[in-house]
C-alpha cells in the first residue's frame, strides 16, 4: 500500500549535511511533491532529495570519517602537545599535553584527566587509561 506523502511523515531524503541518506520528517509540501523535510539525526531543514539523486559514494563513511577526525585531530595535537614524551605506564602521573608511547596503540596524547585515568588521544580514537593523577 503506497502511503501519502504529507507534512509530518516520514521520508527518506538524502542529508546534506550527514551526507548519507536517512530517515526525514516532511516539513513542506509542494502540491504532491516534497519541498523539505528535516534530518531526523542532525535536525537540518533541507530540500528534499530523493535518495535516488543523491550524490553517489562508493561505500559508507560513517565509520571512516570518525577515524579520519581522529586521526586529524591526534596529528594536530601532536604537532602542539608541549608536554614530555614518555612511555606509557598506569604508575606515571600525567599532564595534559603530554606525550605517551604505548606499546600497543603507538603515540598519544593526553587530553584530559580524571582520578587515577586520563583520556589519551591515539591515531584511531581516544581511549581512558589508567594512571596515577591525585
Ligand atoms: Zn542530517
Redesign the pocket.
Known amino acids: 500500500m503506497l502511503e501519502k506523502k504529507s507534512i509530518g511523515k516520514d521520508v527518506e531524503s538524502y542529508?546534506g549535511?550527514?551526507k548519507?541518506s536517512?530517515e526525514h520528517t516532511i516539513m513542506t509540501m509542494d502540491g504532491e511533491t516534497i519541498a523539505k523535510a528535516r534530518?531526523k539525526?542532525?535536525?537540518?531543514m533541507h530540500k528534499f532529495t530523493s535518495p535516488l539523486d543523491a550524490p553517489k559514494v562508493r561505500k559508507p563513511r560513517v565509520k571512516k570519517d570518525a577515524g579520519e577526525l581522529a586521526e586529524a585531530a591526534w596529528t594536530a595535537g601532536l604537532a602542539e602537545a608541549k608536554g614530555k614524551e614518555r612511555d606509557y605506564s598506569m604508575a606515571l602521573k600525567y599532564r595534559i599535553g603530554d606525550i605517551v608511547n604505548h606499546q600497543v596503540f603507538g603515540k598519544g596524547i593526553v587530553m584530559k584527566l580524571h582520578a587515577n585515568k586520563c583520556d589519551m588521544l591515539f591515531k584511531d580514537r581516544e581511549r581512558l587509561m589508567a594512571s596515577t593523577n591525585q
Do not use: D, I
Open positions: 542529508c549535511k550527514c548519507v536517512r534530518c539525526m542532525c535536525g537540518s
